[in-house]
């Protein structure tokens, strides 16, 4: 069953009248009525009465154009749909995000918004394992992570900007006197930390690692927000990348001396799934606003 035979059913049924109808759709009496009868022979059942050069709707036909059209609206509908969508009228982008790039895609979002504005957004704030794992699940259209290392070949991953791995405190004055600070003299100070399933712990626990230090983590917690208010106690202090603390008050950011002391943001998505037209211009947006 093709929608043309469809239309050209209601176009019949319209005009009781075969080569009117097929006047009206522009197309021949004998393709109007092969078509028809193509239908008839698919239903097993005869959709019009034909008596000579006259044709009459059967009980079976009046019963199924209310289906008919229905269809065909529903497909006029989806078409406008997709159309919308194309356009830029309708639709919602899936974005995971980590915490230290909230700026950033808080940004892209305003600025898409303001162009247009039927666009919806549905966020997600997790670690990177977490997004990834949603990503890979076809639960995220996209996801923006501090995730240096490909994850698998089929994700594909641009590069956002870098940048440096800092001791976070709220100590101005500690602050002040430093222009860097080393993982040595990090490994003295009282920390808290990010839980293990961030990205930032792993980087900085093989950091710590590699130059056979100790450092005194007293608190791990899953939540960075809450994170930064221990900071704000001055009691601890804690490592993040420093776009993570943009915008935030009464904390400052010491960048950690080391050549391999930075991360890159990273967009990452699926490579063989179909990118909506929404989500490609939140794309341009995003890298835009970060080459600026």
């Given amino acids: 069953m093709e929608l043309r035979q469809l239309r050209y059913f209601l176009k019949a049924k319209e005009f009781l009248n075969f080569t009117e109808a097929a006047a009206a759709l522009h197309i021949s009496q004998s393709t109007l009525s092969q ?121 594909k991953h641009q590069k956002l900007f870098s940048a440096p791995m800092s001791l976070v405190t709220s100590d101005a004055v500690f602050a002040n006197q430093r222009t860097a600070i080393s993982l040595k003299e990090i490994s003295e100070l009282p920390l808290a930390l990010p839980a293990s399933g961030y990205s930032t712990s792993q980087f900085m626990g093989n950091a710590f690692l590699k130059a056979g230090l100790q450092p005194k983590v007293a608190i791990e917690i899953n939540d960075i927000p809450t994170l930064l208010e221990l900071v704000r106690t001055g009691k601890w202090h804690t490592i993040l990348t420093q776009t993570t603390i943009n915008n935030e008050k009464e904390l400052f950011a010491i960048p950690v001396k080391g050549n391999n002391m930075i991360r890159t943001a990273m967009i990452i998505a699926l490579k063989e799934v179909y990118e909506k037209k929404a989500v490609t211009t939140f794309l341009d947006i995003l890298i835009r606003l970060n080459k600026a």
Avoid at 67 to 84: C, H, P, R, W
């Fill in 35 to 155: 078509q028809i009868k193509q239908l008839e022979d698919e239903l097993r059942v005869p959709l019009f009465n034909r008596i000579g050069k006259r044709i009459t709707l059967t009980e079976a036909g009046g019963l199924f154009a209310e289906y008919a059209l229905q269809s065909l609206n529903k497909a006029n509908d989806g078409f406008q749909l997709l159309k919308d969508l194309n356009n830029l009228n309708t639709g919602k982008i899936l974005i995971g995000v980590t915490y230290g790039l909230r700026h950033t895609l808080t940004q892209a979002i305003i600025q898409l918004n303001a162009q247009f504005p039927e666009i919806s957004f549905e966020i997600v704030f997790g670690t990177s394992k977490e997004l990834i794992e949603k990503l890979n699940s076809f639960e995220l259209d996209v996801i923006l992570t501090f995730q240096e290392t490909p994850s698998a070949k089929h994700f």
